[in-house]
């Protein structure tokens, strides 16, 4: 059984996000970190791992030289090796491009289960593990809240807005996690230590079998942004402060009559 | 003539609101691309709301009456739009931009060499094509873009971003879709639906109204407050990622950057200071009211209306007025 982590490389969370000004991409110069939804993944591949020792689990990073470190940081929490692919031709790609590289990947390296966050902190758009299984022709389990491996395949749980469908589905397959179905760990510092020693590839596009590259970057984006202005500030709101005994929710109770809201 | 798709999203047989914003959203920019509105619908039960779906302004509705639909997870979906797509050569299919309907839009974009843009809050029609309005990393910078020339435009919409309509059509005419899941589509089956009781609450991002939690409610017991604040202004129930992580909320309503995104006409924030992680998922709401004992909680700064206070002194005096109000 072997596991393929695809992780992604994201601006901090905690801090403001812009779009690069020349090319309307996310702006990476800021500092970059381990997308959190990732490491719902790493833990449910590392907890497989555990039940099932013989288990090989890959961490997959698109992404510069620079987001060496991001896959260091994912092999930490227990993960067996990394592969970056970096390759300037990958930049300005969409979700649909993004998705071929991390397709041609995960089938060079092969898998039984890919095991996606399901959304990144900055792009937030869910599209890619879909467009992955689609490239695949595999099923895709997304937004799993419950995950469970059984004979010859998986059953899980997706969440949704009214609650979720439980599915049963062959392997290999694509799966993307919910926060919901575990409570990850913190990398121990034997974790750290350990993977400054473990194997990362690099590969470029080459190294990726059955690749299109000329249906991938810029040139080949199917969603092309345009214009990209900031948000028009917001003007200052009235703040009472409370007397402590509540008396204050008259006053809420006032604004909101008058905006019909009651 | 063209037609202009809007995908219907239902639930119990019955389409969610969405459905309609969509309908508003696709009868704004048909007449540019000089195409006439159709739904889909897959699943049964489009016959019944045929009239809902014609007062709207769809002109016809192709209907795979199928519970193959919702039986498998996203395939069959997916192989009956490729099949009405193939057919059809719709300008543009415009879909809810929630986590299951974008799953069956990232799929059939693949299939089809169609673009995908997802969480549109205004669409308009440049040089023939849609133009969509986005709001990105939390609402922080609006972006416009397209789906590139010759590929089919698939367009997520955001809810409440547009409002429902009635166009004065009439029922619209019900075409049958004639589609048999291939076994691919088919692997994956939905062995159990199960649908968590919501006591009746509109979900948040569906609600004009959205009440939300967040480390300052202390306890589980908090929620059953704001429950009961939410139920008398017809509003949803949303929490902080400290709250869901903590256990005293469901996951599927946290809000936030590792959660959902809702842009509700009035979004109420009690016990939330309001980090920047919490904030995208709700700063685009219209009208936005804070309650927070601590006067430096960054969600002031966005806030319409801020209570510095405790909420557990204002709440309790909030519902007690609104019953007041009620009668």
Known sequence: MRIVIPVKWVPDTAGEKHLDPGSLTVDRSVASVLCPVNEFAIEEAVRIKEAAPDTETVVLIVGPEAAGPTAAKALSYGLDRAVRVTDDAVAGSDAIGTARVIAAAASTIGFDLLLFGNQSTDARTSLVPAMVAELLGLPSITYARRLELVDGGLVADREHEEGYDTVSSPLPAVVSVVEAINEPRFPSFKGIMAAKSKPQDVWDLSALDGLDTALVGAGAARAVVGTATPRPPKAAGTVVTDDGAGSSAAELVAWMAERKFV | ?327
């Open chain 2, 1 to 327: 003539m063209t037609e202009l798709l809007v995908l219907v999203d239902h639930s119990g047989g019955a389409p969610r609101r969405i459905t309609l914003q969509l309908l508003a959203a696709a009868r704004a920019v048909a007449p540019a691309l000089g195409a006439e509105v159709a739904a889909v619908w897959l699943g049964p039960g489009a016959a019944e709301h045929a009239a809902t779906l014609g007062a709207h302004g769809a002109v016809r509705v192709h209907h795979w009456d199928s519970a193959d639909a919702k039986g498998y997870v996203t395939l069959p979906q997916v192989e009956a739009l490729a099949a009405l797509v193939a057919a059809d050569r719709p300008a543009a299919v415009l879909f809810a931009s929630s986590n299951h309907v974008k799953d069956v839009a990232a799929r059939l974009a693949v299939r089809v060499d169609g673009g995908v843009i997802t969480d549109a809050t205004g669409l308009a029609v440049e040089d023939g094509a849609v133009v969509a309005t986005k709001e990105v990393f939390g609402g922080d910078v609006i972006t416009t873009s397209r789906v590139a020339d010759g590929h089919l435009p698939l367009i997520g919409v955001a809810s409440n971003a547009f409002a429902a309509e009635e166009s004065g059509g009439g029922p619209a005419e019900v075409v049958a879709l004639d589609v048999a899941p291939s076994d691919a589509a088919t692997a994956a089956p939905v062995t159990d639906a199960v649908v968590q009781a919501s006591a009746g609450r509109p979900d948040i991002a569906e609600a004009s109204i959205v009440v939300s939690g967040g480390r300052g409610l202390g306890d589980a017991s908090g929620f059953e407050l704001l429950e009961r604040l939410a139920d008398l202004l017809g509003g949803g129930v949303g929490a902080s990622r400290a709250a869901t992580d903590a256990g005293w909320y469901p996951h599927r309503f946290q809000i936030g950057q590792t959660g959902r995104t809702i842009s509700p006409s009035l979004y109420l924030g009690t016990g939330i200071s309001g980090a920047i992680q919490h904030r995208a998922g709700m700063q685009t709401s219209q009208h936005v009211v804070a309650i927070n004992k601590d006067p430096e909680a960054p969600i002031f700064q966005i806030a319409d209306f801020g209570i510095v206070g405790d909420l557990h002194q204002v709440v309790p005096k909030l519902i007690e007025q609104l019953e007041a109000r009620r009668g």
